[in-house]
């Protein structure tokens, strides 16, 4: 079996863009890379990983041990499409892609995203609204289409119905939470610093 985690994520410049009423460029930069330091940190954790992915336009910095993937597409769920297609031709047979700005992320619920696709097909977490889709799991090469954005979950769904497939929602609490509006940031300042180095400075 080779498992392969994908990471998208936006350039520098372009990242949370919804948070600029409350941080600045520089902080939102912070951000990012804090919340993707820790997702990627939680997959290096992963044993039943063969290799982690980054799509992202910009590969400054990103650690050992990563491929990076360029992200040449003009659209979010182009370029997942075309990532997984090149992950499928390294030889990845199932797929997990997973949000970069998960800062609650656990290696147990990556885990469980991943059994759930090899059991069922494909596995799906939501947003904590029940409305977007933080992670999709699925085998290589695949039918099923990424379908990320606003009310993607849904799309998602619907699709899997279309292929006759069976889509596992998995409901975890780190899977659930990502950082996008003012109110994201708030939920997670309120924490007992347990999340203090995801905060910007």
């Excluded at 997959?43 to 336009?57: D, E, N, R």
């Excluded at 904590?128 to 695949?142: E, F, K």
Aim: proline letters at 5%; glycine letters at 8%; one cysteine or more.
């Amino acid at each position: 079996m080779s498992y392969w985690a994908l990471v998208p994520v936006k350039a520098r410049t372009a990242g949370k863009q919804r948070l600029a009423a409350v941080l600045d460029e520089a902080a939102r930069a912070r951000l990012v890379r804090a919340m993707l330091a820790h997702v990627l940190q939680v997959l290096h954790g992963c044993p039943q990983l063969s290799g982690i992915a980054v799509l992202t336009p910009d590969p400054q910095a990103l650690p050992a041990g990563v491929v990076w993937l360029a992200d040449a597409a003009g659209d979010m769920n182009g370029a997942v499409q075309a990532g997984l297609t090149a992950l499928a031709a390294r030889g990845a047979r199932h797929a997990a892609v997973i949000s970069a700005d998960l800062p609650r992320l656990r290696a147990s619920e990556v885990q469980a995203l991943l059994a759930a696709a090899l059991e069922d097909g494909v596995a799906l977490a939501s947003d904590r609204h029940g409305s977007g889709t933080n992670a999709l799991a699925l085998s290589l090469p695949a039918r099923f289409r990424p379908q990320f954005g606003a009310g993607s979950l849904a799309r998602h769904l619907a699709q899997a119905r279309e292929l006759s497939l069976t889509a596992t929602q998995i409901c975890l609490p780190g899977l659930q939470f990502d950082i996008d509006e003012p109110e994201d940031l708030a939920l997670l300042q309120q924490q007992d610093g347990a999340y203090a180095d995801f905060l910007p400075r």
